[in-house]
């Protein structure tokens, strides 16, 4: 068993007119990088439904030294129409956000939920919002 100590948010950097989910970005990830699977354990569409992804017992491939002890999860969204980083996100996306790490936190008690950006290292935006103001 893994020894989880963190979730990590993202977002999938697509724009508000793709819908999609965990079935596309398992596709981008097996076909177009050459993974063996998706690297992200949940992913929330924009209609707020959350998709599973990668079994929780194994590692993911979402935040370069972090996956051994982390949950990823993805938001669909998160760029503009003309390709500009913003945090368009839906209120069931959001919903369903704090649900599952509710859910998740029931699970792994001592958890602690970043944003991909808050990470040591990263130079990204991702997920286009401060996790920590959300979730307090």
Known sequence: MRDIKQIIVH???TKPSMDIGAKEIREWHTKERGWSDIGYHW??????????GRDEKVAGAHARSHNGDSIGVCLAGGMTEDGKLEANFTFAQYSSLVYLVNELKDKYPDIDVKGHRDLAGVKKECPCFDVKTLLT
């Not at 992913?43 to 599973?52: F, L, P, Q, Y």
Request: charged fraction near 30%; proline fraction near 0%; hydrophobic fraction near 40%.
């Open 43 to 52: 992913v929330i569409k924009r209609d707020g439904a959350i998709e599973s």
């Open 11 to 13: 977002c999938a950097s």
